[in-house]
């Protein structure tokens, strides 16, 4: 008897080597690739974009404190004018005859500094304040005058004090009663400084940035800018109560005001009123170097007055920084 036995022709079900994936297979590989490449790229853009935000809002508080600083520090020296200990009574404080050691401008003053053909203003005493329609319009100017030394400046190498750029100041001459004995004074000739230097907003030749600028009254005489991408300047003045001497602040004005306000009007003359300021309260706004929000919604940003502001020119971040600062040589 034969035995037939039926036999499958065998199939080989391993691919054999060098054979590639399937049109499917494929697909599928490189949609995988895709999103996980996809994720990758948004983390990366996401967080180089908070890289670079953060950056920026870090370079414009370092703008912003280096102009508070430096403006807080002068006009806490306006009007410094220490008694001498060789001086007799009867002189007043120091030679210093300016009678403005501080004042301000709902703009630009006029004749701040040279240019056009318009002479810079000798002092703060004839510094001439244009008419202005609103305070808030536009960047505000202030100017302050204080004796200068070697240790409330940065002196020269000989000594000599300097303003606000640096540049050496001009010696003047005064003659002042000193103590010569026990019983007697005599006139005696004195050399001092004044330093009057004035703050405003500009924008460099050749720059888009505006910057906090300073013009000073050394022998130069030449504006500097100080802090670069400060925008805007604003001042607020705190004036004390007509009577009395306590220091206290009744109010805060504007520059414009300060000149028209019937409270300090009454006072009499212009220098008298600016005596009356015994605080100033600084806002700068500050915007970074650079466009780095990705829409005019995100720029936006609330001014000085607390009103919220949208650029419509670029897309900078911007932000208002605040500082009030008494003067101390007025406080009783």
């Not at 103590?179 to 230097?197: G, P």
């Not at 300060?258 to 605080?279: F, H, P």
């Not at 502001?309 to 040589?329: E, H, I, Q």
Request: glycine share 6%; with cysteine; proline share 4%.
């Amino acid at each position: 008897m034969r035995l037939h036995i039926n036999r499958r022709p065998r199939i080989n079900r391993v691919k054999q080597a060098g054979a590639g994936f399937s049109l499917i297979e494929l697909m599928i590989s490189m949609t995988i690739g895709l999103v996980i490449m996809g994720a990758a790229l948004s983390a990366y853009q996401g967080t180089a974009t908070a890289s670079r935000v953060a950056e920026a809002q870090s370079r414009m508080n370092e703008d912003a404190y280096a102009a508070l600083e430096l403006l807080s520090q002068q006009i806490r020296m306006a009007g410094a004018n220490p008694k001498q200990a060789n001086y007799a009574l009867s002189t007043p404080r120091n030679p210093i005859t300016n009678t403005f050691s501080l004042r301000g401008c709902g703009t630009a003053f006029s004749n701040l500094k040279a240019s056009g053909g318009v002479t810079a203003a000798t002092d703060v005493s004839k510094l001439s304040c244009p008419a202005v329609t609103s305070d808030a319009a536009q960047p505000h100017s202030l100017a302050v005058a204080y004796e200068a030394d070697k240790f409330n400046t940065v002196p020269l190498s000989n000594g000599t004090p300097t303003d606000c750029v640096g540049t050496g100041l001009k010696s003047q001459m005064a003659t002042v009663n000193k103590i010569t004995s026990a019983t007697s004074t005599a006139a005696t000739a004195v050399t001092f400084y004044e330093a009057d230097n004035r703050f405003y907003i500009d924008t460099p030749s050749g720059s888009s940035n505006p910057s906090l600028y300073c013009f000073g009254n050394g022998d130069k005489g030449t504006p500097q800018p100080m802090v670069e991408n400060i925008e805007d300047l604003k001042f607020s003045y705190g004036v004390a109560q007509a009577s009395g001497n306590d220091g206290v602040v009744a109010g805060y004005l504007s520059a414009s005001q300060i000149e028209t306000d019937a409270s300090t009007v009454n006072l009499g003359s212009s220098s008298e009123r600016w005596k009356r300021v015994v605080a100033v309260r600084i806002c700068i706004v500050a915007r970074s170097e650079a466009n780095i929000t990705n829409s005019n919604t995100s720029s936006q940003y609330l001014d000085c007055d607390g009103n919220l502001k949208t650029n419509t020119t670029d897309l900078r971040l911007r932000r208002a920084y605040f500082a009030t600062v008494s003067l101390r040589n007025r406080l009783p």
